[in-house]
């Protein structure tokens, strides 16, 4: 079995890059950290590094040996503080998802935080493919995404949907397809994924949203629909960010004849059980789907 506590030495090295750094984060010697090198190297009777001077690159051993060393580092890591730590209402969660859904559920979790001091919500925003990355790499206890993750180490489940809303400045009444031209539009992250499956239903001289002039890019969630407001395009954006832009007066919700949804996943780490506080936070983001 590899000795865990020289394979941390060797996998924060490579994470640090530097010998004496090394060794000053770990509390150790320089001499102690090439030790516990040399001392698996011949564990595994095998070169981890190739040394030039001072500096040192990983051979293929090395690399693969830190590709899965630093993840069963992390595994041990979290398994030790849920044997520790594993109470529904204290302890830190780390949340991800995209803009629209986490600008509802982040002030979801900061009330069920102000219920329970002792529990902190670390929530970030990101695109969906990061947000699962994170979980892949347990980077992020939960994750939302509103499409359904495809790395292996991931697992999920939707909890709910999110309805997705053509938006144009005030004033506008059932806009055709010639209003939408031209008007232009406001373009996001994820435009060109919500337009396609909202305005292919609804308008059958749409094929891509390239067939409309862009006049303007925001991927702020919070500001995509400042230009929309002033009159520059229109967008296409789901229900939550909408619901959360302080200038309703200044721009038109258009609810078309077939309504148009994307689900919302919660996912977590397949080989990774949840604590119960995990389990707390799930549990409140699907209360407020209700």
Known sequence: MINPIWLNTFCTLVEVNHFTRTSERLFMTQSGVSQHIKKLEQQLDCELLERHGKQFTLTAQGQSLYQKGSQLLKDWQFLEQELHNDFPYSGEVKVQSPGSCGLKFYKQLLNLQTQHSALTIDYRFAPNESVEQAVANHNADIGFLTQAPTLSEVTSHKIGQEALLLITPAGYDSPSWQ????????????????????LSEHYSEFEHIDQIKRTGFSNQISLILEPVSLGFGFTVMPAHAVEAFNKPELIKIHHLAKPISEAIYVCHHRNRPQAKRMHTVIDAIKTGLK
Request: charged share 15%.
């Open 179 to 198: 209003t939408l031209c031209e008007l232009g539009f406001i373009a996001h992250p994820d435009a060109k994924h919500h337009a396609q499956l909202l």
